[in-house]
């Protein structure tokens, strides 16, 4: 299993406004020229869902194929430099070690968080690489709505926050882990050191950045958001970093650079790693690719491994229902809740597919396949303040790799009319694949050490 030390202290780098500023102009300058180097001996992993599956279950996966023949044009020195390349960005996306030790995951294992939910049976687009937005639930939602005398929904089941240092797989109606309801690290300094700092670095960003009449409302919520990382899809021909302009690219900069979120995107990730290591895996192979081939890209955090994230800034922010649709649908979302809010009374995160509503304490990681279940908050009420910060792959990235690094009209233009019928048969059987990657209760156990 490829994965990363839990609660690794990284030092903050130095970080001037000035520097910001000149790092976004320059994001800005080259955004709507992005090229792709000449990476020819650097293939996809160009294999099945299926053969993924297979392949992932082994450790020491991410491995980049080469061509066939040897392209003349390049030396062997030259193709010695882009494996070395290749191997740099997979050391920095995955540390190896052994499986994760009893203690981290013993406690979750005993108490599962059993659903009849079946994750094979999500709703899911046709090629399987992302979700659907589906159904829309009422606006507002408070725990009376669901729990009391006036309760108007009965079917839901209240789980409580498992205490720091303990997460609780959710596990569906086949035994596999598709969620996660983590909590804090086990760290008597972590809400001093880490959510206090993130909060104050949060309210600071919202007061310094560019904020467009109107943005603040979206089909999530009500709410300031700030984004950055990469993305594609949306009729992008090609994966793209997201543009915020040079004011707030400087202040998404700073918040990246901050060692409160620079640990906090460090934990999410060892939660992934630990509970979904198959999964965790497919995600080292794809995004190890695609980081070589478009080494002018980067990750947020280089402890992290998504590609994505957004800060949620509140100051009240809870999420209306939605399916984060263009994320990959049989990966993982890290949301990490912050603010100063009674958690017994809002925030509370609702799984609808799932009929559950999790506890979620300010500084607690839940990671859940966001694409493909229907989820939203309880709502915090006035003088709380709630903020969120979100992790991220979208299930394009993964998609243009898997194609060769081709657009989806070069890519159809490349096939025969038999390929084509192929292609568009094989979404239902990637996602179930996909999905087949999630490890069971048992798995774990018997990976497990002492």
Request: overall charge positive; charged content about 20%.
């Amino acid at each position: 299993m490829k994965s990363f030390s839990e609660w690794g202290r990284i030092p903050a780098p130095e970080f001037t406004i000035v520097d910001a500023v000149a790092a976004a102009a320059a994001v800005q300058e080259r955004h709507e020229a992005l090229s792709s180097p000449d990476n020819d001996d650097l293939q996809p992993p160009n294999q099945s869902l299926a053969k993924a599956t297979a392949t992932l279950a082994t450790p020491a996966t991410a491995t980049l194929a080469t061509t066939a023949s040897h392209n003349k044009q390049g030396s062997r020195r030259e193709r010695h430099q882009k494996r070395a390349a290749a191997n740099a960005v997979r050391d920095a996306l995955a540390d190896p070690r052994s499986p994760p030790r009893r203690h981290q995951v013993l406690p979750g294992l005993k108490k599962p968080i059993i659903t009849k939910f079946h994750i094979m049976k999500a709703r899911i687009a046709a090629t399987g690489w992302v979700g659907v937005q589906g159904k829309k639930e009422p606006d507002l939602h408070r725990l009376e709505d669901f729990f009391g005398p006036g309760a108007k929904r009965k079917d839901f089941t209240l789980v409580k926050a498992p205490p720091p240092g303990e997460s609780r797989p959710i596990v569906d109606s086949e035994g596999k882990i598709f969620a996660v309801h983590g909590s804090t690290p086990k760290d008597p300094t972590f809400i001093t050191k880490v959510h206090d700092p993130a909060v104050a670095a949060l309210e600071q960003a919202r007061a310094q950045m560019s904020i467009a009449a109107g943005s603040e409302q979206h089909r999530r919520g009500n709410f300031v958001t700030l984004t950055g990382g990469q993305s594609h899809g949306n009729g992008r021909e090609g994966p793209m970093d997201v543009y915020n302009g040079v004011i707030n690219a400087a202040v998404f900069l700073a918040l990246i650079t901050n060692a409160a979120f620079i640990r906090l995107a460090g934990f999410g990730t060892s939660l992934f790693a630990t509970w979904a290591p198959n999964v965790f895996d497919f995600y080292v192979d794809y995004m190890s690719c695609f980081y070589v081939h478009y080494p002018n890209m980067q990750r947020p955090f280089l402890n992290s491994i998504w590609s994505a994230c957004t800060f949620n800034l509140g100051p009240h922010t809870w999420s209306l229902g939605h399916r984060d649709f263009n994320n990959v649908p049989f990966g993982w979302c890290a949301i990490t809740a912050l603010g100063h809010f009674d958690f017994t009374k809002g925030g509370h995160l609702i799984l609808w597919d799932c009929k559950l509503i999790l506890e979620f304490p300010p500084g607690s990681t839940i990671l859940v396949p966001s694409a493909a279940i229907y989820h939203s908050n309880i709502s915090v009420e006035s003088p709380e303040t709630r903020y969120s910060f979100t992790q991220y792959t979208a299930g394009g990235l993964f998609r243009y790799v898997e194609r060769g690094f081709k657009s989806e009209t070069a890519y159809f233009a490349s096939l025969t009319k038999a390929e084509v019928e192929e292609e568009r048969e094989l979404g239902l059987t990637r996602a179930m694949e996909g999905a087949g990657m999630f490890s069971t209760i048992a798995e774990l156990k018997a990976a497990i050490r002492d």
